[in-house]
């Protein structure tokens, strides 16, 4: 009887490393064949150069992607041809999670910085997925957690001030670089302020005062797009400050 295949777990971890394949690779008690299953279906594809499309409006669903490295937008543009970002995706997390219900993509994923991609064909997924339940959590997890950040975002454009949007803005984003494994205190943003404006519902103005008056309270540094964090206490306070301002107002009422 030959031996069994040596599997290279190292390898293997390295193939999907600095994506949400990462955590849908390794999900607790996933062992070493499963890990190789669903590492074989995965395209590494060529690099997305920047303001490339992922996939366009209406295209059908094929495949979910994920950037290695670099970053995405999703946007719609509106019938006056006015751009609205939708969300921004960073290295690790799920693009085209849009076309699930349809089976159609309802906006559009372009690259902000030449951006080294996986495609995962989506049926090939889901046929892997239904055979692997530590898998299949894992994946409507990470479904769950991008329905959670539309659901943050819409909270945030009805309900936010600017200063509290920003805020909230920058928190999210040192939320994201920490589950990553990047710096949650310094990093460079990599979408322009006009995205963060489109992003936020807010003039182009208002973010840079908004920036130029957190960075004036000692909060953050900002050089270009470079962004140290210099208080995450007080950004923390200041992205939450309705939910902390309710209880107070309750209790007048």
């Known amino acids: 009887m030959s031996e069994a295949p040596v599997l290279d777990l190292a390898s293997l971890r390295r193939g999907c490393a600095f994506c949400s394949l990462q955590q849908l690779c390794l999900p607790a008690g996933i062992n070493a064949q499963e890990l190789q299953r669903l590492d074989e279906i995965v395209r590494r594809s060529r690099p997305v150069e920047r303001g490339e ?10 495949a979910v992607y994920v950037a290695r490295d670099g970053a995405f937008k999703t946007i719609s543009i509106s019938e006056e041809g006015e751009e609205q970002v939708l969300g921004f995706h960073l290295p690790g997390e799920l693009i085209g999670l849009d076309a699930l219900g349809a089976g159609a993509h309802r906006c559009e994923a372009v690259a902000l910085a030449t951006s080294n991609v996986c495609e995962v064909p989506f049926n090939q997924l889901a046929s892997v997925a239904a055979q692997l339940p530590s898998l299949q959590q894992q ?43 990047h710096s949650p205190t310094q990093f460079k943003l990599p979408m322009s302020r006009e995205d963060i404006a489109r992003y936020l519902g807010l003039a182009l103005e208002t973010v840079s005062r908004g920036f130029t008056r957190l960075q004036e309270d000692g909060v953050i540094e900002v050089v270009g797009r470079r962004i140290d964090i210099r208080d995450i206490a007080e950004l923390d306070r200041l992205a939450h400050s309705a939910e902390n301002d309710e209880p107070r107002r309750r209790g007048r009422a």
């Open 139 to 181: 994946l409507l997890k990470v479904i769950g957690k991008s329905v959670d950040r539309d659901q943050d975002h819409l909270g945030m454009l009805v309900r936010r001030q600017a200063g509290e949007r920003i805020a909230l803005f920058l928190h999210g984003l040192s939320e994201r670089y920490r589950n990553i494994g």
């Open 53 to 62: 499309r992922l996939y366009r409006l209406g295209d059908p669903l094929t």
